[in-house]
């Protein structure tokens, strides 16, 4: 069984995180009340606008590195596993690996 995003929700998985350093900067595992750092599993493919005349498709893809805010996501487990879901304009920000993304 897959989980699968509908409309314009994100599936994410947490990063496992002690002191997690992405290229110079280290990710301090600092307390409770701190935003979640995971990676997207499942990308809904969008919705429609307000007035339903346009299709708005999402814009993060699979494979993202996402920071979430403490709240706001839905956690539940999935055969053993932990994921969070909430829909896409609840991502903080997107943490870009290189140069180049």
Same mark, same amino acid.
């Given at each position: 069984?897959?989980?699968e995003a509908v409309f314009d929700s994100v599936?994410?998985?947490p990063i496992d995180m002690e002191d @997690?350093?992405?290229g110079n900067i280290i990710v301090p595992d600092?307390?409770?009340e701190k935003s979640l750092i995971g990676e997207v599993v499942s990308v809904g493919p969008g919705k429609?606008?307000?007035t339903?005349?346009?299709?708005?498709?999402t814009t993060v893809k699979k494979k993202? @590195?996402?920071i979430l805010p403490p709240t706001g996501a839905t956690r539940f487990e999935f055969e053993g596993d932990e994921y969070y879901i909430c829909s896409e304009q609840?991502?903080?920000a997107i943490i870009k690996k290189g140069k180049n993304e």
């Open positions: 069984m897959n989980l599936i994410v998985k @997690t350093m992405y600092l307390g409770k429609r606008s307000i339903g005349d346009n299709f708005l498709p993202t @590195t996402v609840t991502i903080l």
